[in-house]
Nanobody, 122 residues
Framework: QVQLVESGGALVHFGGSLRLSCAAS????????MAWYRQAPGKERELVAA????????NYAGSVKGRFTISRDNADNTVYLQMNSLKPEDTAVYLC???????????????WGQGTQVTVSS
């Protein structure tokens, strides 16, 4: 069955950096576009970044563009999110998932992973 295991979340200070990882299994990884979403308390889940199956295309939310970078390693079935210049408003649970559609019109596919908590202190 499809499994997605996120890791790398932590408590960091304003301006710090983190690299999140998502290990995927149970499906043919290199056939799927992937994405990172985040959900903060009391807010709806939002798309952070998406990447096509062979890394040709990426898409970012406006709030993270220029600070975050999504990448993937198809040999290792892993997708990454490098987060730089972190701000308190980046605090959320970060989740990865497969997506359908294009990276700019991503439709998330179940199941979701358990997520990893990122907390940015001011």
């Amino acid at each position: 069955q499809v499994q997605l295991v996120e890791s790398g979340g932590a408590l960091v200070h304003f301006g710090g950096s983190l690299r999140l990882s998502c290990a995927a299994s149970g499906f043919t990884f290199n056939l799927y576009s992937m994405a990172w979403y985040r959900q903060a308390p009391g807010k709806e889940r939002e798309l952070v970044a998406a990447i096509s199956s062979r890394s040709v295309m990426t898409n970012y939310a406006g709030s993270v563009k220029g600070r975050f970078t999504i990448s993937r390693d198809n040999a290792d079935n892993t997708v990454y999110l490098q987060m730089n210049s972190l701000k308190p408003e980046d605090t959320a649970v970060y989740l990865c998932t497969r997506i359908s559609g294009t990276v700019d019109k991503a439709v998330p596919l179940a199941p979701w992973g358990q997520g990893t908590q990122v907390t940015v202190s001011s």
